[in-house]
């Protein structure tokens, strides 16, 4: 809802501005989190998965309502997915850069409340796919996977000033020395690495959504099993999965992302 998505933003926002200032005065993060676990062999190894194993989501598009005015265009741009998918995950120094959290659902965010039940404390765990880069990075992932269907496309751009008014608070408080990002830089980027959005839909809001069953574990998540198949396919056609989509991709679309 709005109050844990402002929570969870604000506090990302902090994140975000002291990894940014960490790196203007104690110099580069090492390679284990500028690069993180998205190593161009793992992309590779992605990509190969892709060409060689059929494709639970992109076989269940078309079930979905309206799918009609995006489809030509969402398999066209299938064969430039990795492509751009590689942009995101190198870091643009002419751009404003942060350490990702990179793995920034909800099942990586703690809410500690006081006696009344408000929202005391925000608290991130599990910091292994650690990221150096644009801060699209974790807004999509968060905003994408974990938000209320009634107010992640509603409040998006609401979300994304919320942060960046916060960000910039920080900044200025723990004293950055360069330009500080505008508001437009943050909308430029998402744009740019619009992919990552779609990549969320794909992945982490699918785990989100997923119907509680037997069958939802990792091994058939990540196997080629007719177990596994099944279970992906079951991921992508759920009721509550749809709904999310079949708002979501259009509005990807119309942003220009495939």
């Known amino acids: 809802?709005?109050?844990?998505?402002?929570?969870?933003?604000?506090?990302?926002?902090?994140?975000?501005?002291?990894?940014?200032?960490?790196?203007?005065?104690?110099?580069?993060?090492?390679?284990?989190v500028t690069v993180g676990i998205y190593t161009e062999g793992l992309?590779?190894?992605?990509?190969?998965?892709?060409?060689?194993?059929?494709?639970?989501?992109?076989?269940?598009?078309?079930?979905?309502?309206?799918?009609?005015?995006?489809?030509e265009s969402l398999e066209k741009n299938r064969g430039n997915f990795y492509k751009d998918f590689r942009a995101v995950m190198k870091a643009d120094p002419n751009e404003f850069n942060v350490l990702n959290h990179g793995d920034f659902w909800a099942n990586n965010i703690m809410f500690q409340y006081d006696a009344?039940?408000?929202?005391?404390?925000?608290?991130?765990?599990?910091?292994?796919?650690?990221?150096?880069?644009?801060?699209?990075?974790?807004?999509?992932?968060?905003?994408?996977?974990?938000i209320s269907l009634d107010v992640k496309l509603k409040h998006f751009d609401y979300f994304i000033k919320y942060y960046h008014d916060n960000l910039i608070e920080c900044l200025k408080l723990l004293k950055y020395p360069k330009k500080l990002p505008a508001l437009k830089d943050i909308h430029i980027a998402l744009y740019k690495y619009g992919t990552w959005g779609l990549y969320e839909l794909m992945g982490h809001m699918?785990?989100?959504?997923?119907?509680?069953?037997?069958?939802?574990?990792?091994?058939?998540?990540?196997?080629?099993?007719?177990?596994?198949?099944?279970?992906?396919?079951?991921?992508?056609?759920?009721?509550?999965?749809?709904?999310?989509?079949?708002?979501?991709l259009p509005w990807l679309y119309n942003r220009g992302v495939f």
């Open 116 to 146: 009344f039940g408000k929202i005391k404390q925000t608290y991130f765990v599990d910091f292994q796919c650690e990221r150096y880069g644009s801060p699209v990075n974790d807004l999509y992932c968060f905003l994408i996977s974990s």
């Open 1 to 32: 809802d709005m109050e844990h998505t402002k929570a969870a933003l604000k506090k990302l926002a902090q994140w975000h501005a002291a990894t940014a200032v960490r790196v203007e005065t104690k110099g580069k993060y090492p390679e284990i």
């Open 206 to 248: 699918s785990i989100v959504l997923v119907d509680p069953s037997e069958a939802a574990d990792v091994n058939n998540l990540m196997g080629n099993t007719p177990e596994g198949e099944e279970f992906k396919k079951s991921m992508y056609r759920n009721e509550r999965y749809r709904k999310h989509a079949e708002a979501i």
């Open 43 to 71: 992309i590779d190894a992605m990509e190969n998965m892709d060409k060689t194993t059929p494709n639970a989501f992109y076989d269940n598009v078309p079930l979905y309502e309206g799918s009609e005015l995006y489809m």
